[in-house]
């Protein structure tokens, strides 16, 4: 039983943008709602880290990394969170996943993205 899917991802090349979707599917819309979501990433060989959170009220956090190319949002009413990626470089290639910040949910398959140069 899945209970984050993520989708979106794919083969671009450098400067490329790719919009990643979380569907939060086994939360109910009272707890997705208040919840701090998250965007993770995790490349081959590395540990998997934090890329972006949005809090309920829409609060919203970055790694240093990202430096103004991504932007996280969510749907509440979808019970969805996305990720709008922009000037995509090589080192941005990993798996994308998504989660609470707390990370108390099973993870899903993540939606792999891959930057060429």
């Known amino acids: 039983q899945v209970h984050l899917v993520e989708s979106g991802g794919g083969l671009v090349q450098a400067g490329g943008s790719l919009r990643l979707s979380c569907k939060a599917a086994?939360?109910?819309?009272?707890?997705?709602?208040?919840?701090?979501m998250a965007w993770y990433r995790q490349a081959p060989g590395k540990q998997r880290e934090l890329v972006a959170s949005?809090?309920?009220?829409?609060?919203?956090n970055y790694g240093d990394f990202v430096k103004g190319r991504f932007t996280i949002s969510r749907d509440n009413a979808r019970k969805t969170v996305y990720l709008q990626m922009n000037n995509l470089q090589p080192e941005d290639t990993a798996v994308y996943y998504c989660?609470?910040?707390?990370?108390?949910?099973?993870w899903g398959q993540g939606t792999q993205v891959t930057v060429s140069p």
């Open positions: 989660n609470t910040i707390a990370q108390d949910r099973p």
């Open positions: 086994r939360m109910i819309t009272s707890v997705f709602n208040p919840s701090t």
């Open positions: 949005i809090t309920g009220s829409s609060s919203l």
